[in-house]
């Protein structure tokens, strides 16, 4: 595990490195935010909001039952949203800041 | 008791309530020869899998990693293997039978955990981990300081699941086929063992994607069978689970005096609602960021991304786990609601007062029912599931201690990483021996304590100061040595404490109280007028029972007066009183209508005098075990911190101890790594590479 091959502060300064570093934090904050404000409405709508929790929609089936199964949605779109991005972009992102250490484009 | 803990730890609880099911278990005599067979398929499977496993676990990276050679896949199986302990499994769908929605809402924090998992911390720590979450910490931070606190923090989060699970797991064996109690955790242990000490984490991971697939498939085939009557139709199916009177008496009951003035209709309706048994949101908010936090520092399930060959498969592993989570949470809804509405809340509180036994139950019932061949082979195929689930996460949770003592503690700390691989072999295998060891030993030693709380507790602790520290050194450059220590010690500390004089723990005075009304009954409660709400003094008051404290409360009707209740033995007397007479009735009855009636009765008071029997015999034990007790452990004769989650608290100050730690201290390494650290845990670059063979 040696570090001394690689220049890491210069690929950290890299255009490359910065513009990965940036496009993730966004996306990822983004949507850790989202998901934890929507898990947290479920316990308090629960608590607070029971009439519209309890109001019938789809024969017994209510409010709140559609909005727990809901969070079962979320949390896979989300996990979904996520693994496209970052197969898709992050990916291919990090593999050109790879590609450019090896061939000595990042010193 | 605490209800909520109950759940988390659903199975042990049985334990503490002292409910233990006297009989031979669940099962049948004359089906238990069928039980041991699939039992003893099911460990033949195991073991067949960890002597192949065996043959290739010779380095440190085949034991602790697997080899890194893991797919994606497979080690979401395992994650979700992982997961879906006895207390998920058996414990949400128990709490969904008795308690409807509330049960069903429950299940939600314990899947949204893995959203952060996957953001955060996944792909990092296989980027940047070798076998253990002191490597992570120690890869910027003082190594061998932040390696003792970090395997320290493991082996008690591991100790404190592990307990649980083999407490919980012994009286879950008891109950299903009435094997002793120490002879259940004695196997358990020996079993898990096998698997670890030869297998490493070949043999766990395999064990694990196996049961997770028989419990899905099982799960699957049971939902099949609730639900294609109604067409798939999910309106329809819980039309019937509402209109079911069984469903409708079990709301009565926890409704109390409120349910007088309901029609069966909205009983019914009631058990898709909340506030059945989840009361306390602020608790409720508590456990959520415990367990949404917390899952992501817990070291069996950190340690899986160290078995997979890329960050990639590693990112890939999560999707697997939520979609096998969140998906089998789903059908547990049906499991749930099926068992309520097929076997009967009332039914399957009587064998367990947790609902544990809800999912076995429905799959004897599903197969023909008690006496039938086919319902005990379900039951005895879930019930052997359910058993291999526990071994298998005892596994993953020995290996995870046993690579903090010995790869952290010994490896890393007293040897000064100079140990040659073999030195490093054995000195895992040691390990894993010493924690299985001791964890048959605690397992014995708490049979029959409350261990409700030690579920909660594990990822109250993970949440409050491995997750701080392990996200903090990932994503914050000034973070550092000081902060790390000062933050995980304070958050483990904080979070104990808290447990320690919560709810959670046993108050002989509360105990004694209980013990002495069913005994001798509870006088007239004279009527009373209506009151108006009254506000809560402050918010520190929900939190902690200080002088001084008003808590709010809602305006409440005028309430009539409630007559006195008569005490056990009253009760006995008036039951056995009935006896004569219906006897008498039954043997002058002239039609067979009449004498069906009379013996229904008859059997009904018959059921009521055991149950008041059994009652009256835990009161008497209750009493006789606290007399001239009259404070917890702690001293304390009731709960000073109100909640039975201490994350609300102890999770924003682990954050903050590190956050402060590290702003007031300088730490030239932790600086100079950084920008190593960030690089490479967002590149893979030097990545630990899967062994080749």
């Known amino acids: ?107 | 008791m605490s209800m909520l803990n109950k759940l988390m730890l659903s199975a042990a609880a049985l334990g503490a309530s002292g409910a233990a099911f006297a009989g031979n278990g669940a099962v049948a005599d004359e089906f238990k020869w069928m039980t041991f067979t699939v039992f003893g398929v099911i460990i033949a499977i195991t073991m067949a899998i960890t002597f192949w496993a065996a043959r290739s676990t010779h380095t440190t990276s085949e034991f602790y990693a697997a080899g890194r050679s893991v797919s994606g896949i497979q080690n979401g199986w395992a994650i979700a293997g992982d997961y879906l302990s006895a207390a998920s499994f058996l414990g949400i769908a128990g709490l969904i039978s008795l308690y409807g929605y509330d049960g069903f809402m429950y299940s939600v924090g314990w899947l949204v955990a893995y959203i952060t998992v996957l953001l955060v911390i996944a792909e990092p720590c296989r980027n940047i981990g070798k076998y253990t979450m002191g490597d992570i910490l120690a890869f910027r931070n003082d190594p061998k300081k932040t390696k003792t606190v970090a395997a320290l923090s493991t082996i008690t989060v591991s100790t404190f699941y592990l307990t649980a699970q083999m407490v919980g797991g012994g009286v879950l064996i008891k109950t299903l086929i009435g094997i002793d109690y120490e002879i259940s955790v004695i196997g358990v242990g020996i079993l898990m063992l096998a698997y670890v000490v030869f297998g490493g984490m070949k043999a766990t991971t395999w064990v694990q994607i196996t049961k997770a697939v028989l419990l899905v498939t099982a799960s699957i085939i049971l939902v099949f069978m609730v639900w294609a009557p109604y067409g798939f139709s999910l309106p329809g199916y819980l039309g019937q689970v509402v209109a079911d009177p069984d469903v409708q008496k079990q709301v009565a009951k926890l409704l109390g005096d409120k349910a007088a003035t309901m029609t069966p209709e909205e009983l019914g309706q009631r058990f898709l609602e909340p506030g059945l048994f989840l009361k306390n949101p602020i608790d409720q908010i508590s456990l959520g960021l415990a367990l949404v936090l917390g899952t992501a520092g817990m070291p069996h399930i950190l340690m899986r991304f160290f078995t997979v060959p890329t960050a990639q498969a590693a990112r890939t592993s999560v999707i697997w786990a939520m979609g096998i989570i969140g998906g089998f949470y789903v059908l547990t809804l049906f499991l749930g609601t099926g068992a309520a509405m097929l076997v009967g809340p009332d039914k399957i509180a009587a064998i367990d007062a947790g609902g544990n036994m809800a999912g076995p139950l429905l799959a004897q019932f599903l197969g023909g029912g008690e006496n039938s061949m086919l319902g005990n082979f379900m039951l005895a195929f879930v019930a052997a599931v359910a058993f291999a689930t526990i071994v298998a996460v005892v596994a993953g949770l020995v290996l995870a201690a046993a690579s903090a003592m010995a790869h952290d503690i010994y490896v890393g700390v007293i040897r000064g990483d100079h140990a040659t691989p073999k030195e490093q072999v054995v000195a895992a295998r040691v390990a894993s021996g010493v924690v299985g060891v001791i964890a048959i030993t605690v397992g014995i030693l708490a049979k029959g304590q409350n261990v409700a709380h030690l579920v909660a507790l594990a990822f109250a602790v993970a949440a409050s100061s491995n997750l701080p520290a392990v996200f903090l050194t990932l994503y914050w450059k000034k973070c550092n040595t000081t902060g790390i220590i000062l933050g995980m010690i304070v958050g483990t500390v904080t979070a104990i404490g808290l447990v320690m004089i919560s709810p959670n723990m046993t108050y002989p005075k509360a105990v004694i109280a209980t013990a002495n009304k069913v005994l001798n009954g509870e006088p007239a409660v004279p009527a009373k007028e209506a009151t108006p709400a009254v506000e809560r003094s402050s918010f520190m008051c929900e939190l902690f029972a200080m002088d001084g404290c008003v808590l709010a409360k809602p305006a409440q009707a005028a309430a009539a007066e409630k007559p006195a209740k008569p005490g056990a033995a009253e009760k006995l007397a008036g039951l056995n009183a009935k006896l004569p007479t219906l006897e008498a009735d039954l043997a002058k009855a002239a039609t067979p209508e009449l004498k069906a009636s009379i013996e229904a009765d008859l059997a009904k008071v018959k059921k009521d005098i055991a149950a008041v029997e059994k009652a009256k015999a835990k009161a008497e034990a209750d009493l006789s075990k606290f007399e001239g007790q009259t404070t917890s452990i702690m001293g304390l004769e009731k709960p000073f911190f109100l909640l039975k989650n201490p994350g609300l608290i102890s999770i924003p100050l682990g954050f903050l101890l590190v956050i402060l730690g590290s702003l007031f201290t300088r730490d030239k390494r932790a600086e100079e790594m950084w920008d190593e650290l960030y690089v490479r845990q967002n590149t893979g670059i030097n990545a630990e590479a899967a062994s080749v063979h």
Do not use: C
Not at chain 1, 84 to 97: L, S
């Open chain 1, 1 to 107: 595990m040696s570090s001394t091959n690689f220049n890491w502060a210069a690929i950290d300064a890299n255009p490359k490195f910065q513009a990965l570093h940036r496009k993730k934090t966004f996306f990822l904050w983004g949507l850790m935010v989202f998901s934890i404000i929507y898990y947290f409405l479920l316990p308090i709508g629960a608590a607070y909001y029971q009439d519209l929790f309890k109001t019938k929609v789809w024969g017994v089936v209510n409010v709140g039952l559609l909005f727990a199964l809901s969070e079962f949605v979320v949390a896979w779109v989300i996990a979904f949203v996520y693994s496209k991005k970052a197969n898709a972009q992050f990916d291919a992102m990090a593999q050109e800041i790879i590609n450019d250490v090896d061939s000595g484009r990042i010193k």
